[in-house]
């Protein structure tokens, strides 16, 4: 059973940054390919971002493009989403969570690992 701990959140003003820390129990590198998701108070919840452990190609919800970046650290079996410009409507619990497929999916229940998330509020 893999782990998936975040961390990372917290209040920041509006045009701020934050980084978000994915840590896993193992090596996911070359084994799992790991998204993160966010659920605003009364929304669903919503893909943010999707990094490979094939290729590492990542892919980005259209709503944050350009302003978040994913990346990961196999040493550390880490993935990362590095969130700039942050606007209040990105106030949410943000979600990590792995999948063995290479294949990137933007959908939170065909993962096989969530985490618990962390709150990230962004103040105006």
């Known amino acids: 059973q893999v782990q998936l701990v975040e961390s990372g959140g917290g209040l920041v003003q509006a045009g701020g940054s934050l980084r978000l820390s994915c840590a896993a129990s193992?090596?996911?590198?070359?084994?799992?390919?790991v998204g993160w998701f966010r659920q605003a108070p009364g929304k669903e919840r919503d893909f943010v971002a999707s990094i490979s452990w094939r290729r590492d190609l990542p892919y980005y919800a259209d709503s944050i493009k350009g302003r978040f970046t994913i990346s990961r650290d196999g040493a550390k079996n880490t993935v990362y989403l590095q969130m700039n410009s942050l606007k209040p409507e990105d106030t949410a619990v943000y979600y990590c969570a792995a999948t063995r497929s290479p294949v990137i999916t933007t959908i939170w229940d065909s993962h096989d690992y969530w985490g618990q998330g962390t709150q990230v509020t962004v103040s105006s």
């Open positions: 193992e090596r996911t590198d070359s084994t799992f390919t």
